[in-house]
């Protein structure tokens, strides 16, 4: 049986270009979206991390765009300016990848923030046929009414749950009443909230929802660890693991932002190859810290929650978890970096006691196991019984690999000296 994207109804050339990058076989999102997708309908696309939501939505798109029409035809929103490029690329990849010169001259451009707006203006008048950005930078250009979206026939919310938040629903909005009536929405997303999915009955005609699976689940391929400190040490157990387990790619996250800059400095001073990306950093640092960690220039990224969304960098390792996300989805999308394409990943939460409720709930919440572990000389044990492991049997659903002894504390003997004791006098 062909089990291949020939069976969805894309264009040959198309079909090529992925197979010259090794994919052959479509996963269970692209195989249940990419039909309905290309018939016009209003979807949401609902599975876990590395599953291939980004080509779920982008080949239909493709398919779809008329080569002939040199105006906006498509909007792709991204909560993040890392997530944009990623899909930017993955496109320009179909794209170049196709020896049909028609679809080599497809024009797509990514408009973020904190980017000379001025070169966006000139790469407009090249009349692109998609356009993928955040939701900031194309309601500022709507708002100077030069970018008309009154061509556009779809609009994707990558990381839908996000874009459909109190930050930026109201942009989100914005961008799709500038679009035609008749148009067709797509959102997909790892999590979707039943706020989001009733945020879409505004938008869309009739939602059809698309799960991958019966419930959104962690990938099997990743082992969950956890080392307990205080606060005050976990830097210092940062550096021992780092040391210790000399990971090839790893992202580390924290929940404070703006303690990312001062935490990268103090790893830095300590010899360690690492970086970081924040909000607030500009495009171009932002970038290259990407890049050096996807060319081994550096194996350690610290960053917050921005990165834990959409972003997919090959050969990530480790996860590491300075701090516990107070909301468990974040959970689920921090360590759905690593374990993808059927590769192993780590991911290791470092916690105090007042954590291990937040990280009992990602237990419950996902159905998954999260052992602890402890480090000595360089070395990572099992731990070495129940009394070592105080917080083991409120996190790990395994017995542990020692069990505790059973030995009771002997009876304290007299002595003679205590038996020549006199009594005390009445």
Excluded at 351 to 378: A, D, F, M, P, W
Aim: charged content about 30%.
């Amino acid at each position: 049986m062909d089990n291949s994207f020939n069976l969805l109804n894309l264009k040959d050339d198309v079909v090529k270009s992925l197979e010259k990058r090794g994919l052959t076989t479509p996963t269970e999102i692209q195989k249940r979206a990419i039909p309905v997708a290309l018939e016009g309908k209003d979807l949401i696309g609902h599975s876990e991390t590395g599953t291939g939501k980004t080509l779920a939505y982008l080949l239909p798109i493709i398919e779809k765009i008329d080569l002939s029409i040199k105006t906006p035809q498509a909007i792709i929103l991204a909560p993040t300016h890392e997530l944009v490029v990623q899909i930017k690329k993955e496109l320009d990849s179909i794209v170049k990848g196709c020896e049909n010169p028609n679809l080599n001259n497809i024009h797509s451009i990514s408009l973020i923030g904190d980017v000379n707006i001025k070169r966006q203006l000139e790469k407009l008048k090249e009349k692109p046929q998609i356009i993928i950005g955040t939701t900031g930078r194309i309601v500022e250009l709507l708002d100077l009414k030069k970018l008309k979206c009154h061509t556009v026939k779809t609009i994707v919310l990558d990381e839908g749950d996000r874009l459909l938040d109190e930050t930026n629903i109201t942009a989100v909005e914005r961008i799709i009443k500038s679009t035609l009536k008749e148009r067709q929405l797509m959102l997909f997303s790892a999590t979707m909230p039943d706020e989001a999915v009733k945020l879409c009955g505004n938008f869309m005609k009739e939602i059809n929802i698309i799960k991958s699976g019966d419930n959104v689940t962690i990938s099997e391929n990743i082992e969950h660890l956890f080392f307990t400190c205080e606060k005050r040490d976990k830097i210092l157990l940062i550096r021992k693991l780092m040391a210790s387990i000399k990971p090839e790619k790893a992202l580390l996250f924290i929940n404070n932002c703006n303690d990312i800059e001062t935490l990268t400095a103090k790893l830095q001073y300590h010899h360690l190859k690492v970086d970081c990306i924040h909000g607030s950093l500009v495009k171009n640092h932002r970038r290259d810290a990407l890049d050096d960690l996807r060319s081994g220039k550096i194996n350690l990224l610290v960053t917050s929650d921005l990165a834990s969304r959409g972003l997919h960098i090959d050969g990530i390792t480790h996860i590491f978890n300075l701090d516990i996300p107070e909301d468990s989805k974040n959970y689920l999308h921090r360590v759905g970096r690593t374990g993808r394409a059927g590769e192993k990943g780590t991911a290791i939460s470092i916690v105090t006691e007042n954590e291990l409720g937040l990280l009992k709930r990602c237990c419950t919440l996902y159905g998954i196991s999260i052992q602890q572990k402890e480090i000595s000389h360089g070395k990572i044990f099992d731990v070495k019984s129940e009394k070592d492991s105080k917080f083991y049997s409120k996190v790990n659903t395994k017995k542990p690999s020692v069990m505790p002894s059973t030995k009771t504390k002997p009876k304290k003997n007299k002595t003679n000296k205590d038996k020549g004791k006199r009594k005390p006098k009445k």
